[in-house]
């Protein structure tokens, strides 16, 4: 009991620094919505609710060892029932079957898909025989075969024949969960077309397809002032448009840990604002009539503001963005309050205002990345002060950079390898190759076009600015090129990241040494997990066109090509680099002609796809086999087990393990569990590729 009370008190005492923790208890009840495997009825809400008030007006005049732990549980369950409204607040139709015919509706976005191809996103959607209430209020569809009839332009209304489906569930059980994403996106439906994409009505108009049409314009013309992927890369940290970079600069980027570099985020914030303010605020002090009278300091401030805001709405309200620019102005305005721009009080407030928008930014790796990154910043430079003078004054940039570099690396890696299964092991070298490029050639570069190009001599910069953009894609090629500049990691365990998270933030920013002992302990937690979790020695997709089984050379796959999507995310959640071609090469499965077979401890595997597949099966279903079917199966329940397309359906990618008790089996739908996002179950039909 005494050691409870002196810990209350030793919280009570640290108050002060409430604020810090504060987007952290939030994030613990964000956290605990989506890691439910059921939606919260009305009784948990308001119980939520009720726990909130309470607890909000202990915090608030309860007993001073109180304050803290009362002011923690009501953020948690304020984050429960935010992100809860949140959910509810975006619904909106998504398609209940596959559907092939007619689509028409306005282009919102352009980008580029898995496989290369263009892709737009429509929105005022029209679908033939399907009632406006049941039509998704966007659809993403990727654009293959012959498609040069039209330019695709924002607020364009197209129409074309195009195959769409339901976003998919995880391609394994735990794995992304794609309809989670698209859910709070607004994306009803995704497919594609083979059919060429034609004109119905003119672009038209409204603020944010204005800007987009301002986006795509100026993209277009700096592209065609810059050649080949240099230019491509330039538009797209100038203007947010990906559209024109291709799958294999993509690839490069990301082997080299500067994938960062393409995605519109702090980093080009921080350069864009830090340029002009800095430019602002020395170019009024070399008037003396106007530095003496005025604070140059906070109309920098705001002229950076301003300028930020209009690269956000250039550059679209992208997630990531959007984060950026609050960041960017929370600092900006404590500039303006005479407050400390860069402080881990600022930060939070900054984490704060996004968790409070946009509740499930916490779950995507650019809102966890973005923070452990800068948060690691501002601890490793807070001594920096003190000790800067100890190094010469002509490495203080370079030591800075060093340090800059290792601090968000090490902050971001276990975040990048829990996320994407990879460690870029040249990635520190790239980063310091190329972060000075950023930030001296390419932004500056971008700042001087932008306010050349109305009278039209932005051609000078736009020429510097490629140069640059040329090198950090050398740099990425030579970097990925590299003998092992790719280590594979394995899926973490389910609980390794928030591990990860909760103690790292301990363990960096607690005062107090035995929180932050915690913290390590924590850490340590997180890598036994990471390191311990099993992966299963079998892998079904969820339309059973394609499985995985564990042999002594790593996962076998049953296909060399199709399914790529499926079976690229298996191998790299494995820790595996092969290419699907030289996984299907590997022992493990037998036969061909869409019938397979394999041995999974004792235990036959019979696997039968394409068309006709439940006829070839005939009387398989015998001897306790394990039979995978990508269509219907008609026959008897017999001595097997079955997974038939109808199966599949219900429970989505299934994984297995094998063990000395038997097969252990878990289903995509029971981890995920029941949620507003998945409750809609596709009808039998054709895959939709993206």
């Not at 809860?84 to 079957?97: G, K, T």
């Amino acid at each position: 009991m005494r050691a409870v009370t002196w810990m209350l008190d030793a919280l009570g005492a640290a108050r002060g620094r409430l604020m810090i923790w504060a987007p952290v208890f939030l994030s613990l009840g964000i956290g605990g919505y989506f890691a439910l495997r059921a939606e919260p009825g009305t009784g948990m809400l308001w119980s939520a609710g009720f726990v909130t008030a309470v607890c909000t007006a202990l915090g608030w005049r309860g007993a001073e060892r109180w304050r803290i732990p009362a002011t923690g549980l009501a953020l948690i369950a304020a984050g429960l029932l935010l992100t809860a409204y949140r959910a509810h607040s975006v619904a909106a139709p998504v398609l209940p079957f596959r559907y092939y015919g007619p689509v028409e509706g306005r282009i919102v976005n352009i980008d580029r898909s898995f496989s290369d191809q263009m892709r737009l996103t429509l929105d005022r959607v029209v679908l033939e025989d399907v009632p406006p209430d049941r039509t998704p209020a966007r659809v993403r569809v990727a654009l293959h075969g012959d498609q040069g009839f039209i330019r695709p332009a924002p607020g364009l209304t197209v129409i074309l024949s195009g195959h769409l489906s339901p976003p998919e569930g995880p391609v394994e059980p735990g794995g992304f969960d794609f309809q989670r994403l698209a859910w709070f996106s607004g994306l009803g439906a995704v497919g594609y077309t083979r059919s060429p994409v034609l004109a119905l009505k003119p672009p038209e108009g409204g603020l944010a397809l204005l800007a987009f049409r301002l986006r795509m314009a100026i993209s277009g013309g700096m592209q065609a002032q810059m050649d080949g992927q240099a230019g491509a890369f330039a538009a797209a940290l100038a203007t947010g448009d990906r559209s024109g970079v291709e799958r294999a600069t993509t690839e490069a980027l990301r082997a080299s840990n500067l994938s960062h570099l393409i995605a519109i985020s702090g980093l080009h914030m921080g350069l864009l604002t830090g340029f002009v303010f800095a430019a602002c605020r020395y170019g009024l002090a070399l008037v003396p009539a106007v530095a003496l009278r005025i604070n140059t300091k906070k109309l920098a401030a705001v002229v950076a503001l301003l300028t930020a805001a209009f690269y956000l709405m250039l550059a679209g309200p992208s997630v990531a963005t959007r984060r950026a620019f609050i960041m960017v102005a929370v600092m900006l305005v404590a500039v303006l309050a005479d407050r400390r721009a860069i402080s881990l009080r600022s930060v939070a407030i900054a984490a704060l205002i996004v968790l409070v928008i946009e509740p499930e930014s916490l779950v995507e790796p650019g809102f966890q990345m973005s923070f452990s990154a800068t948060v690691a910043l501002i601890v490793v430079f807070q001594p920096w002060g003190k000790l800067q003078h100890r190094v010469p004054v002509p490495l203080r940039p370079v030591a800075m950079l060093l340090l800059s570099s290792m601090a968000a690396g090490l902050a971001t890696a276990p975040i990048a390898a829990a996320h994407f299964d990879r460690i870029a092991e040249y990635g520190l070298l790239a980063n310091l190759l190329a972060v000075p490029l950023m930030g001296t050639v390419v932004m500056p570069a971008a700042v001087v076009a932008a306010l050349l190009s109305p009278l039209g001599l932005e051609a000078p910069a736009l020429w510097v600015m490629g140069k640059g953009t040329a090198a950090i894609l050398a740099i990425a090629d030579w970097v990925s090129g590299l003998e092992g500049a790719v280590v594979a990691v394995s899926a973490p365990h389910e609980a390794s990241l928030p591990l990860i998270a909760i103690g790292g933030l301990l363990a960096l920013v607690a005062r107090l040494l035995w929180l932050r002992g915690v913290g390590v302990a924590g850490l340590a937690a997180a890598l036994i997990l990471w390191f311990g979790a099993e992966r299963p020695a079998l892998l079904v997709a969820s339309d059973g066109a394609i499985a995985g089984i564990m042999g002594p050379q790593g996962r076998a796959l049953s296909k060399a090509r199709g399914a790529g999507f499926v079976a690229k995310s298996w191998m790299e959640d494995d820790g595996d680099l092969a290419l699907q071609e030289d996984a299907f090469a590997r022992p493990g499965f037998h036969g061909g002609n869409g019938v397979q077979t394999a041995d999974l401890s004792g235990i036959p595997v019979l696997l039968f796809t394409g068309k006709g597949a439940a006829g070839r099966a005939g009387d398989a279903c015998a001897g306790g086999a394990l039979l995978i079917l990508s269509e219907d199966w008609a026959g008897g329940d017999g001595d097997c087990k079955i997974f038939d397309a109808a199966k599949l359906r219900e429970t989505g990618a299934i994984s297995i393990y094998a063990g000395t008790a038997g097969l252990r089996i878990l289903s995509a739908r029971e981890v995920a569990g029941d949620r507003l996002w998945n409750q809609r179950q596709p009808a039998n039909g054709p895959a939709a590729p993206q």
